[in-house]
């Protein structure tokens, strides 16, 4: 085999295991039912459906998993200050803003509600 074709192989190979590796929820999150999963859904099974939360919030209740389902463009605002090799600046970024699959769970990690949020 030659060093070319043995080079493209290489290629092709890398690109398949790289999408392999792509994150992201694990389920089709726009397919599920949420409301016939309450009170009998755990956190545990949501960690293995879904994969880990964007955001996770403890809360008295329970705790509020977020997982991200659509992100949002953003912008970012910038201001620098410099001379010949000396430089300082500032900027200023949002959060990650996007719409997301909130589930609420209680003190025993049983689902109690669902909905979808945006910021």
Do not use: H
Request: hydrophobic share 40%; glycine share 12%; proline share 6%.
């Amino acid at each position: 085999m030659n060093v070319m074709k043995l080079s493209w192989l290489s290629l092709i190979v890398l690109a398949l295991l790289a999408g392999a590796c792509v994150s992201g929820p694990k389920a089709n999150i726009k397919d599920i039912d949420w409301g016939k999963r309450i009170g009998t859904y755990t956190y545990e099974e949501a960690l293995a459906e879904l994969g880990e939360p964007n955001v996770l919030t403890e809360t008295n209740e329970g705790a509020i998993a977020e997982w991200m389902l659509r992100r949002s463009p953003t912008v970012s605002f910038s201001f620098g200050v410099g001379g010949p090799g000396v430089g300082v600046g500032t900027s200023v970024s949002p959060p990650p803003s996007g719409e997301y699959l909130q589930l609420r769970f209680d003190k025993d990690g049983k689902l109690t509600e669902s909905a979808k949020v945006r910021y």
